[in-house]
């Protein structure tokens, strides 16, 4: 098997049209200035620019720093989050991490500001941005299609497959749920991707 991806030495990226609390502005003049209309809320104590186009970098970035720093570098998010950093979920409420089974960090379930899902991780499976590691758009579509519910995975996977950029075709997504080794809710998810239409896949 594949080596679980690790983020060590993840740089912390400089991005100035992300505003967070520091050393520069509290949180509360961060509110103040989006009461204002200066700023637009991000995620959760982040705000960006008005007119600042928003990346799959930014909001990336957002995710790392609602992250505790010291497992930063131990989780990937995935599922409806990765979604949401690609554009193509709404804000998550709490955000989804991945966490190879590995990295033990069970004791901290339910100290976080976030869900917690140990899975196995390949050493493809992520991607660095702003910072944190990601899901790619194929895992994330494939792991969508095994662990969310039909009605709310459909719409999610529809903007995913429409993102041509994002290079997530429905026979490899097929191939990724039908690979995937004995998970609950495989038949169901199976079905839900049979509700889909290919979008412009060559051959």
């Known amino acids: ?8 030495h993840l740089l912390e990226p400089v991005i100035p049209e992300l505003y967070a609390p520091g050393r520069i502005f509290t949180w509360n003049e961060l509110q103040g200035m989006a009461f204002d209309g200066i700023l637009l809320p991000l995620y959760g104590k982040n705000y960006a620019s008005p007119g600042v186009a928003i990346t799959h970098r930014l909001r990336a970035r957002a995710a ?3 992250v505790p720093e010291r497992i930063r570098t131990k ?4 599922r409806l989050t990765a979604a949401w950093i690609y554009g193509c979920a709404a804000p998550p409420e709490k955000l989804s ?8 960090i069970s004791s901290l379930r339910g100290t976080l500001p976030c869900s ?8 493809m499976d992520a991607v660095s941005l702003g910072g944190m590691l990601v899901s790619t758009p194929l895992r994330t579509a494939a792991d969508i299609a095994l662990h969310v519910e039909t009605d709310r995975a459909l719409p999610v996977l529809k903007r995913l497959l429409n993102r041509q950029e994002l290079g997530v075709r429905l026979r490899l997504l097929v191939l ?3 690979a995937a080794p004995r998970v609950p809710h495989k038949k169901r998810a199976l079905a839900t991707l049979a509700q889909l239409t290919p979008v412009n896949e060559p051959g």
């Open 64 to 66: 790392a720093l609602s």
């Open 75 to 78: 989780v990937v998010a995935g």
């Open 97 to 104: 991490l991945l966490v190879d089974a590995k990295h033990r």
């Open 1 to 8: 098997m594949a080596p679980a991806p690790t983020s060590p």
């Open 116 to 123: 917690l899902h140990e899975v196995r991780l390949g050493q």
């Open 176 to 178: 990724a749920v039908e």
